[in-house]
């Protein structure tokens, strides 16, 4: 069964600290990775997107890893701000089709 | 350039009672998406589209019907709705394929309860 999982369910941290987000995955046949920012009452915003062979992705004090071997993937958040506070959501999509699966996400706050 | 757009923003019905959601997008987009984000759970598809005059089912298809009769709108419809739609309403468009290399924009959501 396609499923994406994410750890943990939330998070709290102290602003200008660094933290990071897990997500497992078993979708398969593997296309991409990406991962979204969803603020309280907004519609996801794109962060990163990785491809099988792409194992780091940065956009700006983001960073996205993935492991396809252990089809693992993590988001890296360096120097939190106020405003990063929000869920942040990992989304596998398999290739052919619209299989796409999204995890139940993250809630990060960040505190100051 | 607004991207995509929802209306409304927020509705109460009662059950039994219909309505349509719309979405537009001015990115010239071909595909279209209608999830529903509800607690705890990840975003689930309802319908989608790849292009005008064309829809087909998500994961979670039933209680709704869509119609994309024109390239920049995308129209959710509830014939008779029910407390288990008490959602949160998502509309995305894309470029590409959802399966391949592209990015979806998403609106900012309608908050639909259903009582």
């Known amino acids: 069964k396609n499923q994406v999982e994410q750890s943990p369910q939330s998070l709290i941290i102290l602003e200008g600290k660094n933290c990071t987000l897990q997500?497992?995955?078993?979708?398969?046949?593997?296309?991409?990775l990406r991962w979204y920012k969803q603020d309280t009452g907004r519609g996801p915003v794109s962060l990163t997107i990785?491809?099988?062979?792409?194992n780091t992705k940065s956009n700006g004090r983001y960073t996205a890893t993935l492991d396809a071997d252990t089809k693992q993937s993590s988001l890296h958040i360096t120097a939190s701000q106020l405003s990063d506070s929000a869920s942040y959501i990992c989304?596998?999509?398999?290739?052919?089709?619209?299989?796409?699966?999204f995890g139940a996400g993250t809630r990060l706050f960040v505190k100051a | 350039n607004a991207g995509v757009t929802q209306t409304p923003k927020f509705r109460v019905l009662k059950t039994g009672q219909s309505m349509t959601l719309l979405c537009a997008q001015d990115?010239?987009?071909?595909?279209m998406y209608w999830y529903r984000q509800d607690p705890g759970m990840g975003l689930r598809l309802i319908h989608y589209?790849?292009?005008?005059?064309?829809?087909a089912k998500g994961e979670v298809p039933d209680g709704y019907n869509v119609s994309r009769l024109k390239k920049q709108n995308f129209l959710l419809g509830l014939e008779s709705a029910a407390p288990s739609q008490t959602s949160v309403y998502f509309c995305?468009?894309?470029?590409?394929?959802?399966?391949?290399?592209?990015?979806?924009?998403f609106g900012p959501g309608t908050r639909l309860t259903v009582l």
């Open positions: 995305a468009s894309s470029l590409l394929e959802g399966g391949r290399t592209d990015t979806q924009y």
């Open positions: 997500c497992n995955y078993t979708v398969s046949p593997f296309s991409n």
């Open positions: 990785m491809t099988f062979s792409e």
């Open positions: 989304v596998v999509s398999a290739g052919g089709g619209f299989k796409t699966i």
């Open positions: 990115m010239n987009h071909e595909y």
């Open positions: 589209s790849v292009g005008e005059g064309t829809t």
